[in-house]
């Protein structure tokens, strides 16, 4: 037990209204998805030691220490470092459940092995090396990713049923190809390895789609962003890219984690996904809600004309991803997500919405001239 002026975090989780008075540990307390985590768990009451590359960062943990203030529970940070082994026992001691959900996620990165691959991989391997000598320590979820599932949106229809589910794996990606959906691949791998060496910790994994919402950062730098800042300045006013995307709301996925970790039923993977939809699809939500005035694409560039030309304009776009992924329908089964965490989906077009006006109050959004 902890010291007796611990607050006591009461979580109603579903049906069943859990007691934990146990610190958790986040890494990548600072990410996307990690802060609205962050946000939830303090929110009841608990106390999270958060992981972060530098605690003198005031800038980077600003928002987290925001959240902090009016909550019922409490952020202390730790320095730990995903390639450096034994980096984070200090913050892990003492906690019930960790939350591993640093990994990067960008579309500026130029070395796959340093900017994806070893972050991953070797980072999966230090957090649960740490977890193994950390006797407090009952359960690790996982942010894992559907790009561990599949690899390029033409495997889809090779499945059965042309539908992803828990049982697939992403067998497509390579270091060189989809160098992202490769390191998300190895890594949850590795942790099923791991986890399956031991008894005393229970592994429970998450598998989002393409996260979308506001961030609670003012700095976001996820490459969901990325994405949607095209659509927002007017990059993509002349046509769409034909890409279709699953799409689900960041805070159901920060739900998710909550419940992966205290819910009884959460087990082995769960695909966290709302709805299917296109770039265009996302434009006219926006277009939608905030009007006509925006720099908003009004159709779908042609998939030829992409190929033609986009490996020229942007050296991310291959020929072989641009034929693999752009004109192919992304389809997936969440039911696992509701049936064991209880999921409910958010409506996706209020999150796009809430998205949208964040790029407009920081200036990202461009009026048509």
């Given at each position: 037990m902890k010291p007796s002026n611990r607050i006591l975090a009461w979580i109603l989780v579903g049906s069943v209204r859990c007691v934990y008075d146990e610190d958790v540990m986040v890494t990548g307390a600072t990410g996307f998805i990690a802060s609205w985590l962050v946000k939830k768990l303090i929110d009841n009451g608990i106390t999270v030691h958060a992981a972060v590359r530098n605690t003198d960062d005031s800038i980077k943990l600003a928002h987290l220490k925001n959240?902090?203030?009016?909550?019922?529970?409490?952020?202390?940070?730790?320095?730990?470092?995903?390639?450096?082994?034994?980096?984070?026992?200090?913050?892990?001691?003492?906690?019930?459940?960790?939350?591993?959900?640093?990994?990067?996620?960008?579309?500026?990165?130029?070395?796959?092995?340093k900017g994806f691959i070893d972050p991953a991989f070797i980072g999966t391997q230090n957090v649960l090396k740490s977890v193994n000598n950390t006797e407090s320590v009952k359960r690790v979820v996982l942010t894992s990713s559907c790009a561990a599932i599949y690899g390029d949106a033409a495997d889809i229809a090779m499945y059965p049923g042309q539908v992803m589910t828990e049982e697939m794996w992403n067998t497509s990606s390579t270091e060189t190809h989809n160098a992202y959906s490769y390191s998300k691949t190895i890594a949850e791998k590795e942790a099923w390895d791991i986890s399956k060496k031991q008894t005393r910790w229970k592994l429970v994994v998450v598998n989002p789609c393409f996260v979308l919402g506001p961030s609670i950062s003012k700095n976001p730098t996820s490459g969901t962003f990325e994405l949607i800042s095209q659509l927002a300045d007017g990059s993509m006013k002349s046509g769409a890219a034909p890409f279709e995307i699953g799409a689900v709301d960041v805070k159901d996925v920060a739900e998710a984690h909550l419940k992966a970790a205290y819910l009884e039923s959460a087990n082995g993977r769960n695909i966290l996904y709302n709805k299917s939809l296109s770039i265009l699809d996302i434009a006219n939500i926006i277009k939608d809600k905030f009007g006509d005035e925006w720099s908003l694409p009004k159709k779908s560039a042609p998939k030829w004309l992409i190929w033609l030309i986009g490996p020229f304009v942007d050296k991310s776009l291959s020929r072989k991803m641009i034929s693999n992924n752009f004109g192919h329908p992304w389809r997936a089964d969440n039911s696992k997500s509701k049936k064991d965490l209880g999921i409910e989906y958010t409506p996706i077009e209020s999150c796009i919405e809430d998205m949208f006006q964040q790029m407009i109050d920081k200036g990202i959004a461009k009026k048509r001239k």
């Open positions: 959240l902090e203030n009016g909550s019922s529970g409490k952020i202390i940070f730790f320095k730990s470092d995903l390639l450096e082994d034994g980096s984070y026992l200090k913050a892990m001691d003492g906690c019930s459940i960790v939350f591993h959900t640093a990994s990067p996620f960008n579309f500026s990165v130029t070395d796959n092995k």
